[in-house]
């Protein structure tokens, strides 16, 4: 832990937005390096142009491999682009429309030159490709955004028609043929004018239609006070539309637009980092929490919501999930009855518990929000979310409403239960701490070189020996996920009041263990201990 964490952040923290654009456009990748290669994590191409990670020729092969793949898929519509306001995502939303107009491909960008979140891209492609639109063709897009990563890095993604992440096939050869190009010298990339090919009014389409998934008007009704902080990222002007559209007693708590990210408070290990669910990093909002009857925040492209109660302060993400998917099957009585409940296998028990209660089938899946994209679009899954603070769910029809993770509509979410129940959505989880029991979760990292990594990715659930974890007898040894049988790049081991999962990082010499226990903290630990002698045994460490 950095012993200013939490703290105000200094001009010696701040990025040179200037230097750091300047790089985007002098550095050129060596595509031999690993470090400067094209890599799809879960959530696209992430790095810094001061790294040479993410540069011109990056996005310049990436764009052009996009233009490829859509062409061998067939999608002939138009490609939503948004980004979101990290200092790279200007840059690279030219550089991308440099090469999707000179290959004539249709691009429809912000009619207000302004931020798009992520999920509001993901609402665009998901209402054009509707069969009632009456559209011959299909749509798909990409989102310029590294999530909540620090200011210095850039970030860019494609989302294919169904609007949500695109698969690991997709994205394996996209990287491909951008690896390709780049050490091709670039020569088969098209170049042309950074100008889009039409607008679209991304902010106007999404507002209207939240009726359809948030009541609203209850609300509004209620009167009660609701602070809204964007953290300086692209949802900052949906907010102030929201409250005005539809008469909320709503105050965006800060509405200033920074690269630099000078006025946030620092992340646990001394970074600017916008991340919404951490105490940390939402420092200024959890301190004024008295000053709400509700308060959220959303990273730099909304796909992830936080949660500030006056009684609790900040909400762990695991909590809330578990409140909001109590509270949403038992209100939303249009939604499927057999229409499961999706969480990602490194996500609260909690969640199990309130699912057995609820008569519902549960739906788990490896790490990763594109999982739940087939179950979103036709029903049979009505939420989705991950541990990381992530999630969506159907309209009140039950019907889709985004297929990529969306922050607005779980933060106003938060704002109807309370209007709804007059509870808070921590007060709710009290009331499932007092049913349940009261789980203590926590993620840590333990070292790993490569090649261990490679070897735990692929690790069977046969590889482990153990027959007992922390005092309790192991009920399951998981290398594939329940719900699809997906392999999940790890591994996942389970007693009756504890589990753990074992995940290579993707970016890091270390593998993370997340770890859950409802028999206290000093049982985690032994969890937490135990796991690591697990897994290093697999790994013949």
């Known amino acids: 832990m950095n012993e200013r964490a939490g703290l105000q952040a200094l001009p010696e923290d701040l990025v040179d937005v200037d230097a750091l654009v300047a790089a985007y456009y002098d550095l050129k990748p060596d595509v031999s390096n690993p470090e400067q290669k094209v890599v799809f994590g879960t959530s696209g191409h992430r790095g810094s142009s001061l790294d040479t990670a993410f540069n011109e020729n990056h996005i310049l092969a990436i764009t052009q491999a996009i233009v490829e793949y859509r062409a061998l898929q067939g999608i002939t519509g138009p490609l939503f682009i948004g980004r979101d306001t990290h200092g790279l995502s200007k840059p690279a939303e030219d550089t991308a429309l440099e090469v999707l107009n000179a290959n004539r491909v249709t691009v429809w960008t912000d009619s207000r030159n302004s931020y798009t979140p992520t999920p509001a891209v993901s609402h665009a492609i998901l209402r054009y490709n509707n069969p009632a639109s009456g559209h011959s063709d299909q749509a798909d897009g990409i989102v310029i955004t590294p999530s909540h990563n620090p200011p210095r890095d850039g970030g860019f993604k494609y989302n294919p028609p169904h609007g949500g992440p695109a698969d690991s096939d997709a994205t394996g050869w996209i990287a491909a043929r951008a690896n390709e190009l780049v050490e091709g010298g670039l020569v088969d990339v098209l170049r042309g004018e950074a100008t889009p090919s039409d607008t679209y009014d991304f902010r106007e389409h999404y507002v209207a239609d939240l009726p359809s998934v948030i009541d609203l008007d209850k609300i509004a009704k209620s009167k009660i006070r609701i602070g809204a902080d964007p953290l300086g990222g692209a949802s900052v002007e949906y907010w102030e539309l929201i409250g005005e559209r539809f008469g909320l007693n709503l105050e965006v708590v800060n509405t200033e637009v920074d690269p630099q990210w000078a006025f946030m408070t620092l992340d646990w290990d001394g ?86 209660s609820l008569g519902r089938r549960l739906w788990e899946v490896p790490v990763g929000f594109k999982w739940f994209v087939p179950g979103l679009i036709d029903g049979s899954v009505a939420f989705g979310g991950e541990e990381s603070a992530g999630a969506s769910f159907l309209r009140f029809d039950g019907t889709v409403w985004t297929t990529d993770k969306d922050g607005i509509i779980l933060a106003l979410l938060a704002s109807e239960i309370l209007a709804v129940t007059g509870k808070t959505p921590s007060q709710h989880y009290a009331d499932l701490v007092a049913e349940f029991g009261d789980p203590v979760y926590e993620r840590i990292d333990a070292a790993a070189s490569k090649a261990q990594k490679a070897q735990l990715a692929k690790l069977d659930g046969d590889d482990i020996q153990a027959s007992t974890l922390a005092g309790e007898q192991i009920t399951a040894k998981l290398s594939r996920a329940p719900g699809n049988d997906a ?26 263990i997340y770890a859950e226990s409802f028999l206290g903290a000093e049982h985690l630990k032994e969890v937490q201990a135990e796991a690591k002698v697990i897994v290093d045994g697999a790994l013949g460490a």
């Open 271 to 356: 970074k600017i980092r916008m991340d919404c669910s951490s105490p940390y990093a939402m420092a200024s909002l959890v301190a004024r929490r008295h000053d709400y009857d509700i308060s959220t925040g959303n990273d730099a492209d909304a796909d992830r919501h936080g949660v500030v109660t006056p009684d609790a302060g900040i909400m762990n993400p695991n909590h809330y999930l578990a409140v909001a998917i109590q509270y949403l099957y038992g209100n939303r009585t249009s939604w499927r009855p057999d229409a499961a409940i999706g969480k990602t296998l490194v996500s609260s028990t909690m969640i199990d518990r309130v699912a057995t």
């Open 487 to 512: 392999a999940v790049g790890g591994l996942k081991v389970v007693t009756k009041n504890a589990w753990f999962a074992a995940r290579p990082s993707g970016t890091e010499d270390v593998y993370k």
